[in-house]
């Protein structure tokens, strides 16, 4: 079993910047391709960011490309999405996720990951 816990949310104005780092724990927490979903209020939840296991794969979503970097720390189990330039449009419950452990392709799709954070806010002011 994996747990995953994310933290680094909160409220900040357009333009700033923002840190999300989600911890993974359980027996197999280094070996799982890794993502960043969100939810904005009112819409479906989409992809951000997914790195792989290896480290060697990175995708973006299409509003992420050119503001978000997503890195991992294999050492000290977690994953970070570094998030510049933010938006108004970038307000959403930001979600961490895990694929099955040792698939090492990126995937966009939602179904592809089985585990699941709780979840952190980020607010965008203007």
């Known amino acids: 079993q994996v747990q995953l816990v994310e933290s680094g949310g909160g409220l900040v104005e357009a333009g700033d910047s923002l840190r999300l780092t989600c911890e993974i724990s359980?027996?197999?927490?280094?070996?799982?391709?890794m993502a960043w979903f969100r939810q904005a209020p009112g819409k479906e939840r989409e992809f951000a960011a997914a790195?792989?296991?290896?480290?060697?794969?990175?995708k973006y979503g299409d509003s992420a490309k050119g503001r978000f970097d997503i890195s991992r720390d294999s050492l000290k189990h977690t994953v970070s999405l570094q998030m510049n330039s933010l938006e108004i449009e970038d307000t959403a419950v930001y979600y961490c996720?895990?694929?099955?452990?040792?698939?090492?392709?990126?995937?966009?799709?939602?179904?592809?990951?089985?585990?699941w954070g709780q979840g952190t806010q980020v607010t965008v002011s203007s």
């Open positions: 790195i792989s296991w290896s480290s060697v794969r990175t």
């Open positions: 996720a895990a694929r099955e452990k040792y698939i090492d392709t990126v995937s966009v799709t939602q179904s592809d990951y089985i585990y």
């Open positions: 359980g027996e197999t927490s280094g070996v799982h391709t």
